[in-house]
């Protein structure tokens, strides 16, 4: 079957490597949450996208905070970009996003992919929403589909669906480089679980094949490192082909029944991630608090006894 929106991405690759116009990339690590932002920019027109960004969040005090996001507004700034993209990969269960924080101070679009759709009803159930709670994503500035193509100034993109982590995982090709979120990790540590509401392992499985058909040479940035045995420094780009050679979970030769079977006994071994249900309220209002009640106070819920 023909993959189209891979095909043009491949075509789109393999330009960008003849051309001296390709992304540049600066990443801003958040260790308490291991999560990489990256600022992506076009050297030629200096517009910009900021993929997956982090709110700081004092858990025991329920106290939010933009350290993290002010060094990357300082670095915006300083480089004199222009933002026009604020992309999330996908509703993350592991931190706060701050894209409200970083448009009112930068601009740009808040994008997530479709199936936030799916992933908001979901979870509308999990915390009761009122029914003031849109489920219809538009809490972001815009929903994009599989194979959408934008642009960054001059440097072309375009948006790859690639769900099993959660239903509505996005990856972003910009350029000569794919922005994978949570499909994979570093070689030596990996793939994401699959086991969150709406998971699945053998459509990730599908997913990270998918990935795998763009060019060996493709640079692959990672939304998370957590290190693995043996290595003791964080890092967060790589390529296919080092993926394809040597992912520890799904490089070449491993079939799609070994794959599933790992990923599942894997999964089960795995607690909650701290950070779980404050991050997915808040990350499926593209970022957003809850309403405030009354006395003018959000309030996070803590379902019991549920996930
Ligand atoms: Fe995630």
Not at 78 to 99: F, G, I
Not at 120 to 146: I, K, T, W
Not at 229 to 250: L, Q
Not at 262 to 277: F, H, K, S, V, Y
């Amino acid at each position: 079957m023909t993959d189209t929106a891979i095909n043009r991405a491949t075509v789109q690759i393999e330009a960008a490597r003849r051309t001296s116009e390709r992304p540049i990339v600066r990443t801003f690590f958040d260790e308490p949450t291991f999560t990489a932002t990256h600022v992506v920019h076009d050297p030629v027109t200096r517009r910009a996208a900021i993929i997956d960004s982090v709110m700081d969040f004092d858990q025991a005090a329920g106290r939010t905070s933009h350290a993290s996001a002010d060094a990357v507004i300082a670095y915006v700034r300083e480089q004199n970009l222009a933002v026009d993209w604020l992309l999330e990969t996908h509703a993350h269960a592991d931190h706060l996003s701050d894209a409200p924080y970083l448009k009112k101070y930068l601009g740009g679009k808040v994008v997530i992919g479709r199936d936030i759709v799916t992933v908001q009803n979901v979870f509308a159930g999990v915390f009761n929403e009122p029914a003031s709670f849109a489920r219809d994503g538009s809490q972001f500035d815009h929903l994009m589909d599989d194979g959408e193509a934008f642009r960054i100034g001059n440097l072309p993109a375009i948006a790859l669906h690639v769900p099993g982590h959660t239903p509505a995982c996005l990856a972003y090709v910009i350029g000569d480089a794919v922005f994978v979120g949570d499909t994979l990790f570093m070689p030596d540590y990996g793939s994401a679980r699959a086991d969150f509401p709406g998971g699945d392992a053998r459509t990730l499985f599908r997913s990270i094949r998918r990935l795998m058909a763009l060019p060996d040479a493709t640079r692959v940035f990672l939304c998370h490192d957590y290190k693995a045995p043996g290595r003791d420094n964080f890092v967060w780009e790589t390529s296919i082909g080092a993926e394809r050679e040597d992912n520890v979970h799904v490089r070449d030769g491993i079939d799609e029944d070994t794959f599933v079977a790992m990923r599942e006994a894997r999964d089960q071994t795995l607690g909650m991630p701290r950070l779980i249900l404050p991050s997915i309220q808040v990350n499926i209002r593209a970022g957003h608090l809850p309403e405030p009640e009354a006395n003018g106070v959000s309030y996070l819920k803590l379902p019991l006894n549920l996930l």
